[in-house]
């Protein structure tokens, strides 16, 4: 926890990775190919669930690095964050760590589109993952660049048509071997960096380039198809330089909100937190961005950019004539430098800093570090399986933005589902999927493998469709027992808190619901109460609970004796009370849903031989994807309810949607697998 | 000649009123996932083949009372159903075996072992608009028969494991609602005009919904601008106001289903009941030249070139004495007031001379029939005058050609029910009332497909409530009702993808972040 557990000083920390590097050994369960928020999310969740797993990563000391924005969370990002947080990983207690500025957004919107928020101290969070990392069991972590990917023959009672074996590094000449890798190697594939006129190889400022051969394994090999995507970071501007009197102040919120169900506070106090400035842009800057534009050879290649995270090149190109936002964001407790958001870009570093002093606030502005632009390798998603593993190829996971997201949540969401399946493999487990029902990670994870992409993905409340039901205040209900019970990636601790929750709630509501009044009485002992109802009809205190105007606390006063041991659930009862109406609409729509999911469909089917009425084009659609259950291949694009029909009776008629792996078989593993554990735990180098 | 059919079915109408009122219930609740609560022992009837003037026309039906409707349809006493799965060619009547429809092949499939997996018939018949209406309406008079609703048979079939997907049950966009096919087809079907409604109201919902996320997702980090939601506030007014209008005056496709209500009234021995006779072509009402003849309400069923009508014959408006007849004054009153069509019958020996006179009576006359109606309607009513064989052909050429040059009143048509003369006029009016009333004839009988339209809109509209309701309280709970209502109205112009609304999203605002 929080409070008890404190990240280890950084002379300790590089003494034990080195101690850790020696010890590395030729065998692993999983292999984490990437140190970013999805690598140290898979190493973490995979040793968790039991795998003897190996991070490798080309420089130790930039683990947990955030690249760019210093910040956590946000509109349908912080869904994510407690949703990894429900499911024991790592990024909402490193949030509330380093936090230093907590916002809740979307305050007034209603509590199913809440997004918490914080900006980030970078030394703290790096501190943090590094020191939770490496102090974790089965866990070690070894500096390396990644030479080769070692390939063989599949096993031929399982799909696919290659198996990984392992991993073959640069300065060794011995492989490492494991059942399983998880490839999270962000925007270093092929990656090239772009500013103004010179391009350089490389995925991030001042760190070496990735070796080639790994792209050339994915892609001759293995045989995958890739795309390119391109995304920018805004230079980073010296505080002192900054007139901040010019810039609107925005406050963090008074009492900051933890991301992490397990911490009651953040580590950052009230006072202690740093204020964030908003300014906008002015009609110098589009002038400097059209007359740098023939310098900016980023911006003039045709890759594919994201929508809504553009370089402030693409903004006022494409919104000419308006003013934008640009937040000036602390990037540290200690630091000196700023960082402007809503800036990145990839001019020339003199005409970057012409364009900045363009905005009043930074008039005198000097730049630190100029931004950059990145462009790099992503593996088309949809050829991989809900388990986040590449279908043609065993044992071999993505995750982060090799999958063409975007963003820190939804790489650790993935990191952390990717770690998880890994070490499934990797211990004869049956994989684990989470549907789009239950959580937004299964909402980014079937947006991914059954649409693809074309842009950087990013999380947006929108994306989910049963948003009134996967809100942020209840991912421990939706995801933390089917972590323990299902997937076995919570911690003893983290689970028994969840149960005491749910208990609670369910109590609790079972007790609001037991308390029956009279509009009149309920009038009585609560003055001002507006209520519609006839004087005499009973009202319980659960309905109650649902007007605007009610409080918990309120009607604790009026029933002190049953209702005030619940009052630290105060808020998370009001919002049970009022969305439960909707939550019970949305309910069928899920339970049909899931049933769809739970066809599967043979990863091997020959599509255009099937005996089925479908048509050529539905045939090639099925064959490119190839969904793995009816539910995916419904959301298809192209594929018409009839072709969905005609596909069901065919899988009905040869019962194949029985095949495959089943859960039927895992208790027995369970005790097989916690007797491995115990094994592998006494063999750990003490 | 004009084309029309004039043939009485007895009552057949009565019985698919009585379904009208119930059916948005019925499909509001298989709307909702559940397994459509239509309880199984209905038995469903459809015309299967396409619309419109062909061939050959199938008419399927489905359900326990199959074998009862082809004994009485095709002649055929209890014990000699036809050898299962065996063509027959039979006379085909109406339900009471009196009169003949068609002649056609009738197909008998005992349970298990038809498409539905229940008992089933098929009448193949020839494909003209009117034998098939015919067919329908004797359908519809066999008891426990009702309109199939569009794919509903595929549904029974699911339903009874005959496709092997009896655990899918919840494939709701298969099952449920239309397959992709279904649903183009019903928008085709739907006159071009409707079509684009819909589609407009669908592109009109698509922006507000993505207005109201944009500013979900983004306005706390970017610009949107203030007045976005004050937009969407508008839009879903409109959109809602727009479609409770459409909804109350656009009862076309159901008035096709059950029949137009169309009610002969009038003073005392105008000849309504001679009317309602000629119109029927047998004595259904007794004629007298006494006044007070008629005191309860006689219908009888019409079809008029193909539209289905129900005729009201009902008693003489004046003020009477006698109990009984103030009670058939009363009813013929209510009967007026829910009338489609009202065709009131004067009798023109009545009427003076001067053209203003006749005018102003008239209107006069025309209130006062009409009194019973909330706003009395004059365009729902057509002016029957009746005895025209009474006046001199000098005194009837003056008054037809008066009423043609008179403007304020509704359609006059001068007639006399004993020489027929002026009938085929008067029938070429009432017809294309009628069709206006129906709407496009030639969309032939998607009017269960409108049907289901209907309650899909009102849906749509319940869904716009939920956005005001919580539009200053909880805006995902307001974001949640736009969606409900495109989901709706989805079901008649497509799916919207949530793809789709980010598009809009990035079109219409510059997202930064």
């Known amino acids: ?686 | 000649m004009f084309p029309f059919v004039c043939r009485g079915i007895m009552r057949a109408a009565i019985h698919t009123r009585r379904i009208r009122g119930t059916l948005p219930g019925r499909l509001l609740s298989s709307c909702d996932g559940v397994p459509a609560g239509l309880a199984d022992a209905d038995t469903i009837f459809a015309l299967s083949s396409g619309h419109g003037r062909c061939g050959v026309a199938v008419v399927r039906v489905s359900g326990p009372a199959s074998a009862t409707a082809l004994r009485c349809m095709a002649g055929l006493t209890r014990s000699s159903l036809p050898p299962p799965r065996k063509a027959l060619l039979r006379c085909i009547t109406d339900a009471k075996g009196k009169e003949v429809l068609d002649r056609g092949l009738v197909l008998w499939f005992p349970a298990p072992h038809s498409f539905t997996g229940e008992d089933s018939v098929e009448f193949h018949i020839h494909g003209g608009t009117a034998v098939i209406t015919a067919v329908l309406q004797a359908l519809g008079s066999v008891p426990g028969m009702r309109p199939a609703e569009a794919g509903e048979f595929t549904r029974r079939a699911f339903q009874a494991g005959k496709l092997g997907l009896t655990e899918v049950e919840g494939l709701g966009d298969l099952i449920h609602a239309e397959t992709e096919a279904q649903r183009r087809q019903a928008l085709r079907q739907m006159s071009g005009d409707l079509g684009r409604l819909y589609q407009n109201w669908s592109h009109k919902l698509k922006r507000c919904l993505a207005h109201v996320e944009a500013f979900i997702d983004f306005s706390e980090d970017e610009l949107i601008e203030d007045g976005v939601l004050n937009q969407v506030d508008t839009s879903v007014c409109h959109l809602q106001a727009e479609m409770e209008r459409h909804l109350k005056d656009e009862r076309k496709g159901e008035r096709l289903r059950s029949g137009v209500q169309v009610v002969i009234a009038g003073a005392t021995n105008a000849g309504k009941s001679s009317l309602l006779n000629t119109l029927c072509q047998r004595p259904a009402a007794i004629v007298s030249p006494m006044a007070g003849t008629t005191r309860d309400i006689v219908e009888t069923a019409l079809d008029i070139g193909g539209f289905p009508v129900l005729l009201s014959d009902t008693a003489g408006l004046r003020d009477s004495p006698d109990v009984v007849e103030r009670e058939g004054v009363r009813r013929a009153r209510e009967r007026v007031e829910q009338a489609d069509l009202t065709l009131v019958v004067v009798d023109c020996a009545h009427l003076l001379t001067d053209a203003q006179q006749a005018v102003d009576v008239l209107q006069t006359h025309l209130m006062c029939v009409l009194s019973s109606q909330e706003q009395p309607e004059t365009d729902r009513c057509l002016l029957v005058l009746n005895k025209s064989d009474l006046l001199p052909e000098c005194e009837r050429q003056k008054l037809d050609r008066e009423m043609r040059r008179v403007s304020g009143l509704p359609p006059v048509c001068l007639i006399s029910c004993h020489t027929n003369d002026g009938l085929q006029d008067f029938l070429t009016v009432l017809h294309s009332s009628v069709k206006t009333l129906c709407g496009d004839p030639l969309s032939g009988a998607p009017t269960l497909t409108q049907a289901r339209h209907r309650a899909h809109l009102q849906q749509c509209v319940a869904a716009l409530a939920q956005y005001k309701r919580h539009r200053d309280t909880d805006l995902a709970l307001a974001a949640e009702g736009v969606r409900l209502a495109l989901t709706s109205l989805g079901r008649i112009t497509g799916r919207v993808a949530a793809e789709e609304i980010l598009d809009i999203i990035f079109k219409d605002f510059c997202i930064g972040k």
């Open chain 1, 1 to 686: 926890m929080l409070t008890k557990k404190r990240p280890l000083p950084w002379s300790v920390l590089s003494l034990l990775s080195r101690r850790a590097a020696h010890l590395a050994r030729q065998q692993y369960d999983v292999i984490v190919v990437g140190g970013g928020h999805a690598g140290t999310e898979a190493a973490a969740a995979a040793a968790r669930v039991g795998a003897e797993t190996l991070l490798v990563t080309q420089k130790i000391q930039t683990i947990g690095a955030l690249s760019c924005n210093p910040s956590l969370g946000g509109v349908g990002k912080g869904q994510l964050v407690k949703e990894v947080d429900a499911l024991d990983g790592l990024c909402g207690r490193a949030g509330d760590w380093a936090g230093i500025h907590f916002t809740i957004l979307n305050r007034k919107k209603g509590p199913a589109v809440w997004g918490p928020r914080a900006q980030l101290d970078r030394q703290r969070y790096r501190e943090f993952i590094q020191s939770e990392l490496l102090s974790t069991p089965r866990l070690t972590v070894l500096e390396g660049s990644v030479e080769e990917l070692l390939v063989t023959e599949p096993n031929p009672e399982e799909p696919g048509h290659h198996r990984v074996t392992g991993i073959r590094l640069a300065n060794r000449s011995q492989p490492i071997t494991a059942s399983s890798v998880v490839l999270t190697t962000g925007t270093f594939l092929s990656g090239a960096l772009f500013m103004g006129q010179t391009m350089s190889p490389g995925g991030r400022f001042g760190d070496a380039p990735s070796s080639a051969g790994l792209s050339h394994t994915l892609r001759e090999r293995l045989g995958l198809r890739t795309g390119r995507l391109r995304t920018g970071t805004p230079p980073r501007i010296v505080k002192d330089s900054v007139d901040l009197c010019q810039a609107e102040l925005h406050l963090p919120d008074t009492h900051p909100t933890p991301f992490s169900f397990l911490n009651k506070h953040t580590r950052c106090k009230p006072e202690e937190q740093l204020p964030c400035h908003l300014t906008t842009t002015t009609p110098g800057v589009e002038r400097v961005v059209k007359e740098s534009l023939h310098l900016n050879c980023h911006i003039q290649q045709d890759t594919k950019g994201p929508r809504y995270c553009p370089s402030i090149e693409s903004r006022v190109l494409r919104f000419p004539g308006r003013s934008h936002q640009v937040w000036l964001e602390p990037e540290g407790l200690t630091s000196d430098l700023l960082y402007p958001q809503g800036l990145s870009m990839t001019m020339p570093p003199d005409m970057q800093l012409r364009l900045i002093r363009e905005i009043p606030a930074l008039r005198r502005a000097e730049i630190h570090t100029p931004g950059y632009g990145v462009q790099y390798d992503f593996v088309c998603p949809t050829q991989l399986s809900p388990a986040l593993q590449v279908k043609n190829t065993q044992g071999l996971f993505l995750a982060g933005q090799i999958n063409g997201t975007t963003g820190y949540e939804e790489a650790a969401a993935q990191g952390l589902w990717a770690g998880v399946n890994a070490a499934h493999w990797a211990l004869s487990l049956p994989p684990v999927a989470l549907s789009r029902t239950e959580s937004y990670i299964g909402v980014l994870i079937d947006d991914l493998v059954c649409r693809g992409v074309t842009e950087p993905y990013r999380m947006f409340t929108s994306r989910a469709e049963f948003r009134t039901s996967l809100r942020p205040d209840n991912a421990d209900l939706r995801l933390t027992l089917k972590g323990s019970e299902e997937v076995g990636c919570v911690s003893s601790l983290r689970y028994r808190e969840a149960v005491r929750v749910r208990d609670s709630l369910q109590d609790a509501l079972a007790a609001l619901h037991a308390l029956t009044l009279s509009t009149n009485k309920w009038r009585n002992k609560l003055p001002g109460l507006q209520m519609s109802e006839n004087k005499n009809t009973l009202v319980t205190a659960g309905e109650l609970l649902q007007y605007n105007h009610v409080s918990f606390e309120m009607l604790a006063s009026v029933f002190p004796e049953s209702l005030s041991p619940y009052a630290e659930f105060s808020q998370r009862l009001k919002i049970e009370a009022v969305y439960k109406p909707y939550c019970d609409m949305q309910k069928k729509e899920i339970e049909r849903i899931q049933r769809e999911e739970n066809m599967s469909l043979p990863q091997d089917l020959d599509y255009f031989s099937l005996p089925v009425s479908l048509s050529q084009e539905v045939r090639e659609i099925l064959d490119r994807v190839r969904p793995s259950t009816l539910g995916s291949a419904t959301r298809l694009q192209g594929i018409t309810p009839a072709a969905v029909v005609n596909l069901l009776r065919y899988v009905h008629a040869t019962n194949a949607g029985l095949k495959g792996r089943t859960h039927t078989n895992q208790p027995e593993r369970k005790e097989e697998r916690d007797e491995e554990r115990c094994a592998r735990n006494a063999s750990l180098p003490q």
